[in-house]
Structures are given as C-alpha cells and as structure tokens.
C-alpha cells in the first residue's frame, strides 16, 4: 500500500523567506504525485502534478516541486513567499496503474507573518 | 459551472441519528470520491466510485455507505451516527479517461459534530 510523510506539521515563516516542504512517498511502482493547498476556510485546490516527463514541475502562484525518483521525494518550493501563502498543504500520490484512488499526507500548516 | 457542490455545510447530530450528505457535480465527471478530513490527520478515503452504478470503498469506509444512481450525485450516508464520525467532509470529483491520473476538484466540505 501506498502512504505519504510530510515531515514538517507548522512551518512558520517570514515574508519573502523561501520555502521548501518535504514529501516523501513509499511505493514501488510508477506514481503520479500532487499537491494541494486549503486556504483558511477554502476547499482544497490542485498546486501543481506530476505525471511524467520533466521532474521539476511548476504549479500556481509560483510554486514548484521537484520529483526526485531515487529519494522518492516530490518537495515542494516557492523562493519569497507572501502572506497571503498561508494555508495548509497536502501531499498526495496515486499509482500509475489501474484504479487506485489518492493518498494524501497529514498536512503541513504554512503560516507566512509580515 | 457550478463544480462540486456539498450540503448541508454544518450538522450536528445525537448519536445514533442517521443523515446524508449531498453532494453534486455538474462537469459530467465519472469519478466521484467522499474523504473525511480529521485535524492533523490529513484526508482519508471513505468512498469512491468510476461511475453511476458502480461504488468501492477506500481506507475507512466503516459507518458509512454510498450510491450512485446518476452520474451528477453521489450521497453519503452514516446510519448510526458516533462521536468518532466527528468530522469535515470533502466531496471531490475528476475528468473522464485516465482518471485516476486526473485532478481532483473537492467540494467547500461538511463540517459534522456528533454528539
């Protein structure tokens, strides 16, 4: 079975400090991986995806995660953040293959001060 | 379009009620999806189905069932309601094809108290 780890559960951060949330994944096979973010009191909306082709995808908003097969790994970045980053973001992994629905990870709470 | 629609947005129910929770897409969408979502515990799967007609059940389906008799809506139901259904709610839905390789689009969710 597929899971997913977000290692960190509150990032705090000034604005304009560069950001980077970890994810890792374990499955062995090939997978589709994503993130989403849940603005205060918004549903969850897709950042970015990767499903083949350039490892480094570039998602909304300036957002960017690198797929890193080796590390499984599928981090997140933004170089300056701002306000209005804060929000929670999730993590989530699907198998390449068949009919598997979304893991997600636990969450990382982003809260971005002036 | 009006994307993934959920109601009601707030409940709270005594244990042992029974209710539904609606939800509704209008993106002719075959794959629909219910999570719950626990503080710090990110979002589960509960149910999920490819299209009218046919359903499966994800990572915790226990307490809860689902239909889908059309390809607009898929209803969750919890017939014995606990305090561990304490929960929010996601309703999510994704493109035909490769579906499972598709975006998700999450409903505003259903904030449920049980009491």
């Known amino acids: 079975a597929q899971s997913v780890s977000q290692h960190n559960h509150h990032v705090i951060l000034s604005e304009a400090a560069s950001l980077e949330l970890g994810c890792n994944y374990s499955?062995?096979?090939?997978?589709?991986l994503f993130w989403y973010v849940q603005y205060p009191g918004q549903h969850l909306q897709l950042l970015l995806k990767y499903f083949s082709g350039d490892p480094l995808v570039k998602g909304i908003k300036g957002f960017e995660a690198e797929f890193i097969k080796s590390k499984f790994s599928f981090n997140l970045r933004k170089p300056s953040v701002q306000w209005s980053d804060t929000a929670e973001y999730f993590c989530?992994?699907?198998?390449?293959?068949?009919?598997?629905?979304?893991?997600f990870g636990k969450g990382t709470r982003l809260s971005v001060i002036a | 379009n009006a994307g993934v629609t959920q109601t009601p947005k707030f409940r709270i129910l005594k244990i042992g009620q029974s209710m539904t929770l609606q939800c509704a897409q209008d993106m002719n969408h075959n794959y629909m999806y219910w999570y719950r979502q626990d503080p710090g515990m990110g979002l589960k799967l509960i149910y999920y189905?490819?299209?009218?007609?046919?359903?499966d059940k994800g990572e915790v389906p226990n307490g809860y069932n689902v239909s889908r008799s059309t390809t607009e809506d898929f209803p969750l139901r919890l017939e014995l309601a606990a305090p561990s259904q304490t929960s929010v709610y996601f309703c999510?839905?994704?493109?035909?094809?490769?579906?499972?390789?598709?975006?998700?689009?999450f409903g505003p969710g259903t904030r449920l108290l049980v009491l």
């Open positions: 499955y062995g096979g090939t997978v589709n």
């Open positions: 999510a839905s994704s493109y035909p094809g490769l579906a499972l390789q598709e975006t998700q689009y």
């Open positions: 989530a992994v699907n198998a390449n293959s068949g009919n598997t629905p979304l893991v």
């Open positions: 189905s490819v299209g009218a007609g046919i359903t």
